[in-house]
């Protein structure tokens, strides 16, 4: 059982640059939540089943996902994830270049919390810092399930 209140956010992002500026983001404005990161949808999933050899959760997630990634993009990891009992409840928030409303709308199909365009969270990410330091005192979140 983990701590109530900690929180882990899952950055799921092939973009280097991004997940560098998020962790950053978070440091400069005090929100304590470790980050863990993937690549892309195939490698999120290994992750969130227990089968990566060396990245863990301690506390319960939200997993910001980005739309446009390798191997398994965003669409086909909500689909894998909203699929599967074990894992259909996660917390997700779309995070990605994308401001297409095609876009916004399948993503909600699939029971997202939120939808971020990277370009309008603010300057280095103040906005998705805040954001998740007010969500995660308003809410409570599942605990993790072991795997």
Avoid: W
């Amino acid at each position: 059982m983990s701590d109530n209140n900690e929180l882990t956010v899952f950055l799921v992002d092939d973009d280097d640059v991004a997940c560098e500026a998020v962790v950053r983001s978070f440091k400069k404005h005090s929100i304590p939540f470790p980050v863990v990161t993937a690549k892309d949808g195939v490698e999120a999933l290994e992750v969130l089943r227990g089968k990566h050899p060396s990245k863990r959760f301690t506390g319960p997630i939200v997993i910001l996902l980005d739309l446009n990634m390798p191997r398994m993009d965003g669409f086909e990891f909500l689909q894998e994830l909203r699929s599967d009992p074990e894992l259909s409840s996660n917390v997700v928030f779309i995070l990605t270049t994308s401001n297409d409303d095609n876009d916004r709308t399948r993503a909600y199909s699939e029971h997202i919390a939120g939808y971020m365009v990277k370009s309008s969270v603010g300057p280095q990410f103040s906005r998705l810092a805040n954001l998740l330091s007010h969500y995660k005192a308003s809410v409570t979140l599942p605990a993790v399930k072991s795997a």
